[in-house]
Every structure is written in C-alpha cells, then in structure tokens.
C-alpha cells in the first residue's frame, strides 16, 4: 500500500486518530515497523502511541543449553501479560539498552554479544569480550546511542563479580579493559554525552581523551564529607537494618539520579535483635533511597536526597534500569519504582513501590508458563527490564 498516486490518493489524507486506531490494533511488531514505512504520515500518526514496557527474561540449563526466552508486556492494568517476542531460539538474554536486546549464544564459543531490535529486525553483532574472568556472568550492557542513527557509538560492559569494565567503539570495533571493581553488581548509565559507573556509594565517570587513547574511569570525590566515609552496610536510625542490595543509575527527566535498593531486616520481638537464644521473627523489606547526582567543581560529585519521582516511574533490575513519565507510558503508576526482585529465583516478583509510602505496596509473583515450574533448573536466572523502541 502506497501514500498517493493512482488509486490510493485518499490513504494520505485518513484522519491521525483513525490512523493512530489502526496501528493499535496491528498484531505484531513488524506489523507495526511496516506501518510506519509507509510516508511520513503514518509514520506522525503512529508516533503517539506509546510502547509498553517488557519484562523479559532467559533460562539455561546446569550445562548451559537448552537457552529460552521469557517475554511479558507490562499491560494497561498493571499486570504482565505473557506474549511471543520476536527473539530468535537458542539465544540468552543479557541486557537491553536504547530499544535493542543485548544476546548470546551460551553453546557458542568464544561468546560474543549481539546487540537486536527485536520491533525492527536489525542485528548489531560484536566481537567477545576475552578478558572477563568469567564471561558468563556479563550483567550490564549500556549503549551511549541508538547504533541505527548513523553517528559512532560506544557501548560499556559490566561483569558480576565486577572485575573490570569493557569498553566498546563501534569506529574502533573492539572492546578494551577498563580498570574498576566492585563486589557486587555495578550501576552503569550514559549521560549527558559520559559514562558513569557506581557501586554503593562510590561514583565514577568514563573520560575518553580522544586521539586513539584508551578511556579511563576517574572516580569522583563527594563534596559532602559526610558521604565519604560512609559504608552502605552501616546501622541507620529507627529500628531494624538497612543493608545494601542494588546500586542504580538512571537518567531521569533530565538528571542523574542514584538509586540503592536496601534490605531492611524488622524483627518482631521488642529488642532490635534476639540474643541468648531468644526468638524472633526477621521480615526483609525493600526501600528505595534516590539521590541526585550533581557535579562540583572539577572531579567531585554531591549527592543530594530526592524525596519522590513526579509525575516519573524507575524500572529497576540488575541489567537494567530506565525512568519513564506518564505521557511516555499512561498506564505506568508515577511516584512509584518497579522493582524486579529475587533474581536467579524461580520465584522471582516485581515489587511495585509507592514512593509516597513504600509499605504500600503491591506484589506480583512471574513464573515461567512452560510447565517446568518448581524444577531446579527451571529459574528465569536473568530477567530485565526492556523499552522497545519503534
């Protein structure tokens, strides 16, 4: 179907809304890619719907085969809706960033990423990254652009345990060693034109001197001398214990904000912890902590506290975290984060948390619909957040 000439002159001048209609009603997200190729029209009509977050997941077995795909919309109701994703079999789910799928292939050796837009079809393959000490354990893949708009790009890996970073440039087509390491899993997310990476409380920035030098990752001082020296594992006023889980960074209406996910341990007893063989009953619960990352001077950061999100929802996972406002996804509850918890878990949940009162909040429990449920093989070991993009 063509806009104009012959018969279909009348195509282009179809009212935006009786366009928009249509193109919500379409199947498939080639379908929809396919809508949007027509002329320039179309393409502005479809523009105002908005794509709905995808929980997406990956299962391996204990020898590393036998690689499948989980994929759920996050529907206009608030639940998650299992659908097909247009993922080719056999590949593992490893990240997602600027509207791609970051994949493997667990029976492939050596492993290399590739990088898939699973509305468009279009396939970025990279070369592996032979320096992890366990390539298995790649956790984090954050693009700095879409690699479809033409310009160069650079992407930046990060393994669990961290120890090191990748660094990747598509005009360089090779991925370099970054010093850095961390304990745990580490908060990657390109902003305003840099990298920055984070674990707990410590923050750095990706400084690329150009000229063919390899990039460095330069830690930044906090302003505040109160955060310093602070551990993230430190006893905190009121009752119970807040222990760091997760470190995010998340760009977010314009900022950069740090996101730690703490586990606050309450015990049901009247003493903060039962000693002498008494009894108590520990409830873990997850709080959200925001702060906004603001640069000082040269070299140095401040962390101020943010008290809620706006009119803006976090999606939060250990591969990745994005924020979204209202108008970019209506159904999304704002002020609130949606956490994916218990990962590596069968069990796992999205804990939905209400910024205005994290004890309100509501839970939903994400099996996988493959009638393997409860198998110890069977977990959705990596899950994450993913945004299609168009």
Known sequence: MACGGGTGEEWPSLPADLL???FALLPSDADRVRFRAVCARWAAAAAAWRPRPWLVGSRTDRSGQGAAMSSFWLSQAGGL??????????????????????LSDPSAAPKAITLLNPATGRRVPLPPIAFFKRWHDVATVVLSADPAAGA?????????PTNCLAYYSSAAGAWTPLRFSAAGYAGVEHHGGRFYVAFKNRICVLHEPGCGAPPAVIPLEHADPDADGRSDDEDVPGDGRRVAVDTHLVECDGDLLHVSVRDEAEYSSDDDVAVD?????????????????????DGAVRLVPVEGLGWHALFLGRNRAFALSKAEFPACRVNCVYLLDRQGHPDGVVRVLDMDSQWARRE?????DDGRRGSPSAGWARRGWFFPSY
Request: hydrophobic share 50%; no cysteine; glycine share 10%.
């Open 364 to 368: 939903e429990t994400i099996y996988p």
């Open 277 to 297: 063989g008494g009894s108590s009953t520990v409830v873990n619960k997850r709080v959200v902590e925001l702060h906004r990352v603001e640069l000082v001077g």
């Open 20 to 22: 928009l209609a249509v």
């Open 152 to 160: 160069a790009w650079a992407a930046l890996a990060a393994g669990f």
């Open 81 to 102: 809706v299992p659908f097909a994703a247009a993922v080719p079999p056999g590949l593992e789910y490893l990240s997602s960033s600027h509207g791609y799928l970051a």
